[in-house]
């Protein structure tokens, strides 16, 4: 009898089986991909399931989030045809390693070259402001130009300028201005006299007629309490509800190591600061870093100079997600990771792009050596890491190869990405040059503007 039981119950389906197609899917869309595929692996019948198209293309959604899966979806209309099946979408996302880049014809006037500014893509209006210039003198200009709106928006071939009123907010470089949905919200900077700033303006983009637009700035009220004054300090906004600041240079050049959240849950009308992040380990003080939002209540911090001039290339995980917001470094098994990794560089930039992915470029190093490369930081290895998975530091970093119109070396640039996560725009920065007698300190500022897309065989 004991055997009949063991003979029938080694003969029954597996409860998984026994799942309607609905319900399959329904747990199906909660798995990573990998989990997905090892699915697929296990019979014939699932392989079919775990191929669903329907299934891909809500994974793409999930994981990209829904504007950057509508690019990708008018991408594949565009093709003409049958569109590739969503599972090679996904799979083409995963695998990049490669990117394409023009240099933007302007028709008429142009901003003058410069570093250390902020360049925003709001609303389908690229937004520059401010920065300093040859002389050392810092800019309170800002120059809007339409690059267009919707899913899979091209560039158009000639880019128009156009310049706002200027004054407001006053002039200044080293500064930070995120978006908040289409908000631009900017903190600090530093002044050509010296002085640091620690005032908050939110900028509303105010559209008056196709293709022309203006910009409502107002000081944000947020009462008593403030970021000490500070530029070259690093900032992103969380799920467009907070803004999140981290170091920068102080008063007397001192560099900072410590973090704000600015809360922003009164609709924009008002915020309040507080200090955040005090629990050890620490990132060590620093500026000319970067500090991105991947998804969910976490941000990755990347490089920078610290205390001591020294060039830094850590990364640091910071997850905001309980009432003890964390630090974590993600410390790298150099012998296995060395040429998988960025050298250590200041004032370089780094973006969300699609697929989770950190594209890291240009900065220089302690020897003012600028950089011309691309690397991308895969988040999902990254958080893999922070979860104490080994055998994925190899997987973090991947440098990209790079055709057409390089962007080239330069530092302290303005960059910002679509919202489809596929196309970045660069503007301006240091870069290499003949140094002249008549440049300040031996500086040359650009003012170019750059496209780079992201190269997918769709």
């Known amino acids: ?25 329904s747990v199906l869309r909660l798995l990573p991909p990998e989990a997905v595929l090892s699915f697929a692996a296990t019979c014939r019948a699932f392989r079919a399931w775990a191929s669903s198209d329907a299934l891909w293309e809500t994974l793409c959604r999930r994981d990209w989030g829904p504007r950057a899966a509508a690019a990708l979806a008018e991408r594949r209309r565009e093709r003409g045809g049958a569109p590739p099946p969503w599972r090679r979408v996904y799979a083409e996302v995963a ?38 210039c040859e002389g050392g003198h810092h800019l309170d200009d800002t120059w809007v130009a339409y690059a267009g709106i919707g899913a899979g928006n091209r560039l158009p071939a000639v880019l128009n300028w156009q310049q706002l009123a200027s004054g407001t907010p006053s002039g200044r470089f080293s500064h930070s201005c995120t978006l908040v949905g289409d908000t631009l919200v900017m903190f600090g900077g530093i002044t050509d006299r010296g002085q640091r700033l620690n005032d908050t303006w939110i900028g509303q983009v105010i559209s008056e007629e196709p293709q022309r637009m203006r910009i409502s700035w107002r000081l944000l009220e947020v009462g008593p309490l403030a970021p000490p004054p500070r530029g070259a ?42 200090q955040i992040g005090n629990a050890w380990p620490l990132p060590p003080p620093r500026s000319g870093h970067s500090l991105t939002w991947i998804g969910g209540t976490h941000m990755v911090l990347f490089g920078g100079r610290g205390s001591e001039f020294e060039v830094l290339n850590d990364v ?11 630090w974590k470094e993600l410390k790298y098994n150099l012998s296995s990771a060395l040429g998988e990794m960025p050298f ?17 470029y240009g900065g220089e190093d302690s020897q003012r050596r600028r950089k011309d490369d691309f690397w991308i930081l895969d ?10 998975s080994k055998k994925v530091t190899k997987r973090m970093w991947k440098k990209l190869t790079i055709d057409g119109q390089c962007p080239n070396y ?34 040359r500022f650009d003012g170019q503007l750059y496209q780079v897309e992201l190269v997918l065989h769709l």
């Open 410 to 443: 330069r530092s302290f640039h303005g960059a910002c990405v679509d919202t489809s996560g596929c196309c970045v725009y660069i503007f301006g920065g240091m870069v290499d040059g003949l140094v002249h007698p008549a440049e300040a300190m031996g500086l």
């Open 1 to 25: 009898m004991e055997e009949e039981e063991e003979v029938g119950a080694s003969s029954s389906s597996p409860p998984i089986a026994q799942l309607g197609y609905d319900q399959l899917l």
């Open 95 to 132: 695998r990049l390693g490669a990117l394409t880049a023009r240099r933007v014809p302007v028709r008429g006037t142009s901003p003058r070259p410069r570093a250390s500014h902020s360049l925003n893509l709001v609303a389908g209006w690229l937004v520059l402001f401010g920065g300093g």
């Open 233 to 274: 300090h690093a900032a992103c906004c969380v799920d467009d509800k907070f803004i999140v600041i981290h170091g920068g240079v102080g008063l007397y050049g001192s560099r900072l190591g410590d973090t704000w959240l600015l809360d922003l849950s009164n609709g924009l009308q008002s915020g309040s600061w507080h």
């Open 344 to 360: 250590p560089r200041v004032g370089h930039s780094a973006i969300l792009a699609l697929g989770g992915k950190v594209l890291v």
């Open 379 to 388: 988040t999902l290895a990254l958080l893999q890491c922070e979860s104490g």
């Open 316 to 326: 640091w995980l910071f997850d905001i997600s309980d009432h003890y917001p964390k």
